[in-house]
């Protein structure tokens, strides 16, 4: 047998091993509620949104469950803005805001597609997977890399979670009040999305864009708002 080889099938062996995954025990550790901060109990309050969004789309209430989706979207942007004005911001609060973040956009997001727009379980089962898998992976390449840097405008790598969130929410809308926006078409536009989650694009933070964001978040309430009382 060459050394190469040998020595191939001894690594394989040493990444086998469990004993290089095991956590020693020690009386060093930090208890985590102990490295909680303000900012990531906000995040939990998104955490608690999220959840409830959720719970009313499993329910049958898409449109509460949207607008109830909002408070967690605000509690999101909340957490960030507290985190910087009280010099909070660290690598571990940036790790529970992208774990909340499954829970307030990505989950929510397919529960609505599976629940308002699929036409099959198939495409139930493939659109979902599509926004979680990359979605998550999105998620897990910013807590490694995290903001990129234009001259003084910070920017995301690729697209984020809130997009592709939007473009669910805006084909629940269409569905709705469009008969030609069926869960076929809604489906395959989301599919095409959702990989410019894990893209190079650069999504920059800009005071438009959030701007913007919130004049959406304003027009798709009223419309949740018209469609739950049959205004639409």
Same mark, same amino acid.
């Given at each position: 047998m060459s050394s190469e080889i040998?020595?191939?099938?001894?690594?394989?062996?040493? /990444?086998?091993?469990?004993?290089?995954?095991?956590?020693?025990?020690?009386?060093?550790?930090?208890?985590?509620r102990d490295r909680l901060t303000g900012?990531?109990?906000?995040?939990?309050?998104?955490?608690?949104?999220?959840?409830?969004?959720?719970?009313l789309l499993v329910r049958g209430e898409p449109n509460w469950g949207v607008i109830v989706m909002f408070a967690a979207f605000g509690f999101d942007k909340v957490d960030g803005w507290y985190a910087r004005q009280?010099?909070?911001?660290?690598?571990?609060? /940036?790790?529970?805001?992208?774990?909340?973040?499954?829970f307030a956009y990505l989950v929510p997001a397919a529960l609505l597609y599976h629940l308002t727009l699929s036409p099959h379980l198939l495409a139930s089962?493939?659109?979902?997977?599509?926004?979680l898998s990359f979605g998550g992976l999105r998620l897990v390449?910013?807590?490694?890399d995290g903001f990129g840097s234009d001259g003084n405008?910070?920017?995301? #790598?690729?697209?984020?979670?809130? #997009?592709?969130?939007?473009?669910?929410l805006l084909s629940y809308?269409?569905?709705?009040?469009?008969?030609?926006?069926?869960?076929?078409v809604a489906g395959i536009v989301i599919i095409a999305i959702c990989p410019l989650m894990i893209s190079n694009y650069k999504a920059k933070k800009t005071t438009a864009g959030h701007v913007f964001i919130g004049i959406l978040i304003t027009i798709?309430?009223?419309?949740?708002?018209?469609?739950?009382?049959?205004?639409?």
């Amino acid at each position: 047998m060459s050394s190469e080889i040998r020595e191939t099938i001894e690594g394989i062996y040493q /990444r086998l091993d469990p004993a290089i995954y095991r956590v020693p025990d020690t009386n060093d550790r930090i208890d985590i509620r102990d490295r909680l901060t303000g900012a990531d109990y906000i995040s939990l309050g998104a955490l608690l949104f999220g959840w409830a969004s959720a719970l009313l789309l499993v329910r049958g209430e898409p449109n509460w469950g949207v607008i109830v989706m909002f408070a967690a979207f605000g509690f999101d942007k909340v957490d960030g803005w507290y985190a910087r004005q009280t010099n909070n911001t660290s690598p571990f609060g /940036r790790q529970i805001d992208s774990f909340i973040d499954v829970f307030a956009y990505l989950v929510p997001a397919a529960l609505l597609y599976h629940l308002t727009l699929s036409p099959h379980l198939l495409a139930s089962l493939v659109v979902g997977f599509c926004i979680l898998s990359f979605g998550g992976l999105r998620l897990v390449r910013h807590n490694n890399d995290g903001f990129g840097s234009d001259g003084n405008v910070s920017y995301y #790598h690729g697209t984020t979670v809130v #997009h592709t969130n939007v473009i669910v929410l805006l084909s629940y809308l269409l569905h709705s009040v469009l008969e030609i926006w069926n869960g076929w078409v809604a489906g395959i536009v989301i599919i095409a999305i959702c990989p410019l989650m894990i893209s190079n694009y650069k999504a920059k933070k800009t005071t438009a864009g959030h701007v913007f964001i919130g004049i959406l978040i304003t027009i798709v309430t009223l419309l949740a708002l018209a469609i739950e009382t049959g205004y639409l």
